[in-house]
């Protein structure tokens, strides 16, 4: 319980500072989500370059190479988390909207600043939690269970900032929601947005 409330205290504190400096803090949050996503991709296609080099080197030179298993699973957590808040900033995650397009343009607000706010704090206490496992991991100097043994604390490494760049990118459009003048970032996408056509004005010429 104490935790929970140091995890509470730490997102308030986050929450004042990323609103008195919504717009220098979208744009740094910004670069390192770009960057973070590129290094993803780039891993993706490693990965995919790295299994084939795996199977060829099992079936056609019977030599495969040590470890390969363990290395494309630590691999996994930092494809989805270094690139999981500019998903978020854009809109483009998976979700359910039937009901909430069908409601009140009020209506729809508030339930995204709700849900909003729902994920700050989860996202808050994933990211605290999954600190601490790294922190053990590191400590420890854990690896993988067969050769070359790998370690798994920089895997694990993203998994907490991942979370974080989520909490603080939720804020922030948490902002953008509430007072769009004063953060008008190009980099926040909200639901309505996607629906309307690119570089629409508000009036259309009749």
């Known amino acids: 319980m104490q935790e929970l ?7 308030l504190v986050v929450g004042i500072v990323v609103t008195i400096t919504a717009v220098r ?3 740094i949050l910004g670069t ?3 960057a973070l996503t590129v290094g993803s991709t780039v891993l993706i296609l490693s990965t995919m ?10 079936h056609f ?3 495969p190479i040590q470890g390969h298993l363990e290395l494309t699973s630590l691999f996994v957590p930092v494809i989805v988390f270094a690139a999981v808040s500019y998903t978020h900033s854009q809109n ?4 359910m909207t039937l009901v909430v397009d069908n409601l009140p343009k009020k209506v729809q607000t508030k339930i995204e600043f709700t849900t909003l706010f729902l994920t700050v704090l989860t996202c808050a206490v994933l990211a605290y939690f999954s600190y601490k496992f790294t922190y053990d991991e590191w400590e420890i100097d854990n690896v993988t269970e067969t050769p070359p043994y790998w370690l798994t604390w920089p895997s694990a490494a993203f998994i907490p900032l991942g979370y974080g760049l989520l909490a ?6 948490m902002v953008n929601l509430v007072a769009p003048d004063y953060y008008p970032q190009d980099d926040v996408i909200m639901a ?3 629906l309307a056509p690119e570089h629409e004005t508000e009036e259309t010429p009749a």
């Open 5 to 11: 409330l140091y995890v509470l205290g730490a997102v």
């Open 25 to 27: 803090a979208g744009a």
């Open 32 to 34: 390192v989500e770009r």
């Open 49 to 58: 370059v790295f299994v084939t080099a795996e199977i060829v080197m099992r």
């Open 61 to 63: 030179f019977n030599s």
């Open 92 to 95: 483009a995650h998976v979700g």
């Open 168 to 173: 603080i990118r939720s804020m922030l459009k």
């Open 192 to 194: 309505d947005e996607l």
